[in-house]
């Protein structure tokens, strides 16, 4: 499996480099009452950021995750562009890997994938332990989660929306089991992503409730429609969660996790006429309904690297030949492109108008934080419709946090979606748990100058391991093609290092680089560029000492292997 090749890369690459190692309660109201003594932590910079913390008031925070949300959609959403404004922005944020249940057992954790087990989107129906809700689940992450020590603290904390993948439920299966560490729990169910007909949880006395939410009839009008969307019953009840916070003495988290901008999953959409990326009926029509951007304004030339003949993308051996191309399904038309680029734009509506109301919503003593599990492709890079490549497209995500003492502008810090797990921690007034690879954010909302880290690590592995994925119905055998990889990427490249031999106990190494100071895609691979000999051993080198950082599930993290991130 991939941790093997990985470990001996690792060390092939050492040798050759003489790189140096571098649940719990009810969804009642929240509990009222006093809030038991703040923990302290000796790198804790809540002092800093809010002068009433001598009077013991720890910051509330919420979270927006949104869903496939790519970078070329920001400029459509005026609440992106005023919490840019107002707060502070990351524009080198990149996770782990650009796949939604990957990632986001990374963000809950704070670890890598090759920690916390979760390789892949899915579980093929039980018969792989690599991906989904059971990956997540039997390597032991719901208790490594940030929100478990942040509810033994005191928080009240919320979960609504978009959990995981396979954290399901059908009628006449068994409901899944409660997750620790949240005191509200509204999970909505995988059946959303088409937009209506769905069902959410709640939790009532330690045991999972069920409750189911119908889709209105084609007759009804579109206003009643869109008030049983999932992004409006999402809404409603993290609005809910957040009057009930910010009226209690207790700090609170609330995570809201919203399906937009992700396309549908089913061959035919809830009602007639649905487009592939389903919008409210309110934000279909009109040249206005792409938000910030005019409609027509949306093409590809938003879509930096579209079309791009692949041909000179493909991986080079170590010996400079050329490796396997696997990137050779061909891209999208252009007219599809801008379809989708526009319909995603609209669905991305009803999220930016959330965002609006809880920024008005929240009291002085909250941070929000808004960000994406991943980004996504619309023909870029040659590539069709999707997602799971280290390329720019895919895996860099936006940052922006705003709240007491943020100081407004964009940092240069290089951050990834594991630095989140312990942000949360030390605002809370919590030291980091050993077992997160993860850099509190906390210094750089004060210091907007203050660089630490220079780059940031990605993993994948290669679907066909687990069988299809909930996206294959429009992405087609895209996802299967893309090779597991490990890559490294900083503010201007990219290393990646390809394993182009699919069979699982076979490897075969082929590497991709790209640089960013002239080009804003990867137009093409460099890796055997003589003059980009330099830069490429110097990544390298990064990549050998990322390689010996095996830690998994609770293992401690040595401080060599977060400073290779330095």
Known sequence: MQLDKRAWVGVCLLVLMTVAACG?????????????????????????????????????????????????????????????KAGASYPFTFVTDSLCCVSRSSFFTGQYPHQTGVRTNTSHQGTSTLGGWPAYDTNGNPERAFNVRLQEAGYTTGFVGKFLNEYE???????????????????????AYDGWDFASTSVTGGRLQVTQHPAPPA????????AAYAGTVIGDKAMRFLRQGEASDAPYF???????????????GYYPGDPLFPPMFRDRTGDRSCGRVACRKLTVDDL????????????????????????????????????????????????????????????????????SDNGFHLGQNGLGR?????????VRVPLLVTGPGVVPGARREVTSNIDLAPTFEELAGLGPAPFRSGLSLVPTLTQPKLVRQGYAFLEHTQQ???????????????????????????????????????????????????????????????????????????????????????????????????????
């Open 169 to 191: 439920w059908v009628p006449g299966r068994a409901l899944p089991p409660a997750v620790p560490g949240w005191s509200t729990f509204n999970a909505v169910f995988g059946s």
């Open 386 to 394: 999707g997602k799971g490549t280290p390329y720019d497209t895919d």
């Open 24 to 84: 719990g309660a009810n969804d009642a109201d929240p509990p009222q009452g006093p809030r038991p003594p703040r923990t302290t932590s000796s790198a804790s910079a809540v002092g800093d950021l809010e002068p009433a913390a001598a009077s013991d008031k720890r910051p509330n925070i919420v979270v927006v995750m949104l869903d496939d949300f790519s970078m070329d959609l920001v400029q459509t959403m005026r609440s992106a562009q005023r919490m840019r």
């Open 254 to 268: 609330l995570e809201v996790g919203l399906y937009a901008p992700h396309n549908r999953t089913q061959p035919e």
């Open 304 to 371: 930096p690297g579209f079309g791009d003949n692949p041909r000179d993308n493909r991986p080079r051996l170590a010996n400079g030949t050329k490796g396997r191309a696997w990137n050779t399904a061909g891209s999208l038309r252009p007219a599809a492109a801008v379809r989708d680029l526009r319909d995603r734009a609209r669905m991305s509506q009803s999220a930016d108008r959330l965002v609006n109301r809880i920024l008005r919503a929240v009291g002085p003593n909250t941070y929000v934080v808004l960000t």
């Open 464 to 566: 066909t391991l687990t069988g299809p994925d909930p996206d294959a119905a429009f992405t087609g055998s895209e996802l299967d093609r893309i090779p597991s990889y490990t890559a490294v990427r900083s503010r201007t490249a990219l290393l990646a290092r390809f394993d182009l031999d699919p069979r699982p106990d076979q490897v075969q190494w082929g590497y991709e680089y790209y640089n960013y100071k002239r080009n804003e895609f990867e137009l093409r691979n460099n890796v055997a560029n003589p003059k980009r000999r330099a830069e490429v051993e110097l990544l390298m080198a990064r990549l050998a000492a990322f390689d010996t950082c095996q830690q998994t599930g609770n293992q401690a993290v040595p401080e060599a292997c977060r400073s290779v991130r330095q």
């Open 219 to 226: 007759s009804v009008s579109d206003a009643a429609k869109d």
